[in-house]
């Protein structure tokens, strides 16, 4: 093989992955884009009180924060003959059980060994289905705190005839570190740019794994099979191959606490990335092949969501090739070129659109930039700390679920004023 031919061949890698990349950011600039145009037609309207709901709260160890999630619920606006709390405590050595029926929680005691949430879960909707009927299911992790009106638009979705449904994710502690205001900040930039934007299309939103709802006929048909890490971006694929629109309820507030540190943050995103990795192997042939089949848009939206951590990991192999031309001399011409040869640039161009972005998500959001200014002007840094951990869980066939510990008491009065 000549040297010219091998160069020839270097340069059809670099362009075949620099399109691959090119395409896939143009799919997610354009579909954000349709955040910004609201349809009437997928405003849910307002519904008296008649659907019946269980809460379910997985909690392992959850002492410190369970009690306050518990007191939000008790003071929702929903009659309360219409909805129970049930907290199924697992792998626990603390007093989690005892504050849950103190706060006039249900107990699920767990027969079965639970290694995940997804277990947990699947474990309580097996029951509640076996021994009540419920009209459908909401989900919330122990550590967050619950809007007033939570299960109140919960009924509008169920009466307006959605099944699944996926509420606005907030944070209790933006300001706590720049590791929970990125967090924050990520999840704005989420609700708006994803969720709302998909709302918007008439697709699917994602489910974030805290604050959502499902209807007791859709774990009776579909159920809660989950097997990988990440049982709500799981499920969520789930229903796009059973035909299950997820909508997305903004007047539906969770809000979540963040990590603190670096150290919590790469532990769940690590999770996290290890669980795409997994549905992306379970599920994206399936999902490509009904898109194919019955051009269902959610099912190649899902698959495409699922390459996120790969295409990072492209990104970055797609650097290195750089740098490895400009040693040998291999000339390729493209918008990457460019920005690798005026590298200041390109990172300080990048820089302002991360700050600007970040600010757009806060204002438009009616948040405090004040809460998250730590993470407006360090954002960037975060989302590019997780090439390393996208590239270790590339290469990670075993994980081990690890708790994140939560230790943030706040009252739900004094967010909502």
């Known amino acids: 093989m000549s040297i010219e031919f091998f160069k020839a061949l270097l340069k059809i890698l670099y ?44 909690a392992r160890n959850e002492e410190k924060v369970i009690g306050n999630l518990l007191y939000s619920l008790n003071k929702q606006n929903y009659p309360k003959e219409l909805y129970d709390v049930f907290v199924l ?38 029951y509640l289905n076996s021994n009540f009927n419920y009209d459908g299911y909401i989900v ?5 705190i619950v809007h007033p009106d939570f299960i109140k638009r919960m009924n509008d979705v169920m009466c307006s005839g959605y099944k699944v449904a996926q509420g606005y994710r907030d944070s209790k502690n933006p ?48 159920g809660f099979n989950t097997i990988t890490m990440t049982e709500d971006i799981e499920f969520a694929a789930q229903c796009a191959l059973n035909n ?13 606490e963040q990590p603190l540190s670096y150290k919590e943050s790469w532990k769940q995103r690590k999770r996290w990335s290890f669980g795409t990795f997994q549905c ?25 969501f699922f390459l996120a951590p790969v295409i990072q990991v492209l990104s970055f192999i797609v650097i290195l090739l750089l740098m490895l031309y400009s040693l040998f001399g291999i000339q390729v011409y493209d918008t990457v070129r460019y920005m ?19 600010l757009f998500v806060v204002i438009v959001e009616r948040k405090k930039i004040k809460d998250t200014i730590k993470g407006v002007f360090t954002l960037s840094i975060f989302m590019l700390s997780w090439i390393p951990i996208n590239i270790i869980c590339l290469f990670n066939r075993k994980y ?16 909502v004023k």
């Open 89 to 126: 405590p697992n792998n626990c050595i603390d007093n989690t059980e005892k504050i849950a029926i103190e706060n006039k929680a249900k107990i699920i005691n767990c027969l079965d060994e639970i290694n995940s949430k997804g277990e947990a879960l699947r474990f309580a909707f097996k």
């Open 280 to 304: 992306l192997y379970h599920y994206s042939f399936k999902l490509l092949k009904k898109w194919v089949k019955e051009k269902v848009p959610q099912c190649f939206d899902m698959a495409l």
């Open 15 to 58: 362009y075949s992955l620099d399109t691959i990349i090119i395409l896939y950011a143009l799919y997610y600039i354009i579909t954000g884009m349709f955040a910004f145009f609201t349809k009437k037609k997928n405003k849910i309207k307002n519904y008296d009180s008649r659907c019946k709901f269980a809460v379910v709260i997985a």
């Open 244 to 256: 299950q629109r997820i909508v997305f309820v903004k007047s539906a507030i969770t809000y979540d």
């Open 175 to 222: 300001s706590d570190t720049w590791i929970s205001s990125c967090y924050s900040l990520f999840y704005f930039v989420q609700n708006y740019f994803f969720n709302r934007a998909r709302m918007n299309m008439c697709w699917s939103s994602s489910i974030n794994g805290t604050g959502f709802m499902v209807a007791k006929e859709v774990i009776e048909t579909q």
């Open 340 to 358: 690798y040869d005026n590298k200041f640039f390109s990172i300080a161009l990048g820089y302002a659109i991360s700050i600007l972005i970040s």
């Open 140 to 144: 919330f992790d122990a550590d967050n």
């Open 400 to 415: 081990e679920w690890e708790p994140i510990k939560h230790h943030r008491k706040i009252e739900i009065e004094s967010i």
